[in-house]
């Protein structure tokens, strides 16, 4: 049980990282995303038949990068779809920006 418990609080901590690096969405949003990176981190364990111990979550976690990354992923996700639906050259110029450097790194 105590292993069980470590391996949902660096769950916790992983999704914390992801959370601070998301400030500048909405709330709403935010909660979204972070109950689907929940699930897809346990479906990960679960579908493996392995136990929830701090090993099996580091491989799950591992598999998903870093949670800046992947925060970083969703936040240009969230621009693209701004700019999309806003027709501004001055987002889609920033959004196209943005891209390329990530394309680039």
């Known amino acids: 049980m105590k292993s069980e418990r470590l391996a ?4 916790d901590a992983y999704l914390l990282r992801v959370r601070e690096n998301l400030r500048d969405l909405p709330d709403a949003l935010i909660s979204e995303i972070l109950a689907e990176l929940r699930s897809h981190i ?31 992923m969703y936040l240009t996700e969230s621009l693209m779809e701004k700019a999309e639906t806003s027709h501004s ?13 990530k394309s680039a790194w």
């Open 8 to 11: 949902i609080e660096t769950i």
């Open 89 to 101: 050259p001055w987002l889609m110029m920033r959004t196209l920006f943005r891209l390329a450097v």
């Open 42 to 72: 346990l479906d990960s364990i679960y579908s493996a038949n392995v136990s929830v111990t701090e090993e099996t979550v580091r491989k799950a976690l591992d598999k998903l990068g870093s949670p800046d990354s992947l925060a970083q």
